[in-house]
């Protein structure tokens, strides 16, 4: 997995181009069978995937805490919404609510999160691929198939599936 890793920025970065490409064609005329497409190739890459052996997305990157979000985790750890904001998040340059600091403060050792059943709903649907209506978050795959292998490998057989 190391190794998958260490190779995945460059790929995606070879591939930008032609994925721009191809979002952009999608976006204007999505197929109509795309949302189950996406259904099958998201469950198929994740019967092969074990997040557990990577855990990228939370040593490199940190997700939105919605209001929700900060309601449910702070009950969790018996804090206030406005304590569990000071202990661990900021507020980003889109006034967004995220860390303070990535790798995630919750991801232990053994890549196992310590918030799992309370975890922001960010990282309950990462990387995305699943979801209806893709082709309108093309912006946000393109940076996720940089970050996850899963969502590199879920484009790279969409674009060959779909012509």
């Not at 795309?34 to 490199?60: W, Y």
Request: charged share 35%; hydrophobic share 35%; net charge positive.
């Amino acid at each position: 997995m190391e190794n998958i890793l260490k190779q995945l920025p460059q790929k995606a970065r070879e591939a930008e181009a032609e994925n721009k490409k191809f979002f952009a064609k999608l976006k204007k005329k999505p197929p109509k069978h795309l949302d189950s497409l996406m259904q099958e190739l998201h469950e198929a890459e994740f019967k092969r995937t074990d997040c557990l052996t990577c855990a990228n997305c939370c040593k490199t990157t940190g997700p939105l805490f919605t209001d929700k979000d900060i309601e449910r985790i702070s009950k969790h750890f018996r804090m206030k919404p406005q304590q569990f904001i000071e202990a661990y998040l900021r507020i980003d340059e889109d006034k967004d609510y995220v860390l303070q600091s990535v790798p995630c403060t919750f991801l232990g050792a053994d890549n196992y999160c310590s918030i799992y059943d309370v975890r922001p709903k960010a990282c309950r649907e990462f990387p995305h691929t699943d979801r209806k209506k893709f082709q309108q978050i093309s912006n946000l795959t393109m940076k996720n198939v940089a970050i996850c292998p899963a969502a590199y490998n879920i484009v790279e057989e969409m674009k060959r599936r779909i012509k």
